[in-house]
């Protein structure tokens, strides 16, 4: 089982509409957790972090369920603009093993006019 | 400099030559890595720095081989180049391990 799994898609997603992605992670001892956005040929950059309690960041909610060890991201109003690979990260261990910062393969999103 | 920076760009390079990507940082982060991404595979990492002076191995080392004389600057050398280094590589750079992590444009590497 891979360290970080995540359904790779493609999502294809009318404008206006709501969708979820999921990511699991195999790690029960995982400190950190965050999502990551890429664009086609860029480098992936920070969406959000993920919290215990969950977080929202105007249309973007993030939840962690330490229990089933999966994130979520929730994107709602689907925007043009949101087309775009978004990548789970999962921090191993907390804070010493830097070599434990593991990436998902990514979920392609097109959101469509 | 704003950021963290890559060079070349993009290269293309002959099997068995000696390549060294740069990287280098303004923001005085602790740590530095070094990822490679491939079709379907996702973010690999190569080697990682928790500090200047020290690296550590990460998932995919083999070939590889990475400095950290300073805080800013994080170099990656392919000592002799095969195929399979195809890649695009990106460099980053975190306050800490637990924290976001800043990617620098990435370089494209291809090795015939």
């Known amino acids: 089982r891979k360290e970080v799994e995540q359904d790779p898609g493609p999502f294809n997603v009318p404008e206006g509409a709501t969708v979820a992605f999921n990511c699991t992670y195999s790690?029960?001892?995982?400190?950190?957790f965050f999502w990551y956005r890429q664009d086609c040929r860029k480098e992936p950059k920070l969406l959000m972090s993920?919290?215990?309690s969950g977080n929202e960041d105007g249309r973007f909610t993030a939840q962690l369920n330490r229990a089933s060890q999966y994130i979520s991201l929730l994107i709602r109003d689907s925007k043009l603009s949101d087309s775009a690979t978004y990548l789970c990260v999962v921090n191993g261990r907390g804070g010493t093993s830097y070599d434990k910062v593991i990436f998902g393969p990514g979920t392609s999103l097109s959101v469509i006019p | 400099i704003a950021g963290i920076t890559q060079a070349p760009t993009s290269q293309i390079l002959a099997a068995g030559r000696r390549m060294t990507l740069r990287c280098t940082q303004d923001m005085r982060h602790n740590a530095m890595y070094w990822y490679r991404q491939d079709l379907g595979l996702g973010l690999r990492l190569i080697h990682y720095s928790n500090t200047a002076g020290t690296t550590g191995k990460g998932e995919v080392p083999d070939g590889y081989s990475v400095s950290r004389a300073n805080t800013d600057d994080f170099p990656l050398t392919l000592a002799s180049a095969v195929p399979s280094q195809t890649s695009v590589y990106f460099c980053?750079?975190?306050?800490?391990?637990?924290?976001?992590?800043?990617f620098g444009p990435g370089t494209r590497l291809t090795v015939l």
């Open positions: 980053a750079s975190s306050e800490s391990g637990n924290n976001e992590q800043f």
């Open positions: 790690n029960s001892a995982s400190q950190s």
């Open positions: 993920v919290y215990s």
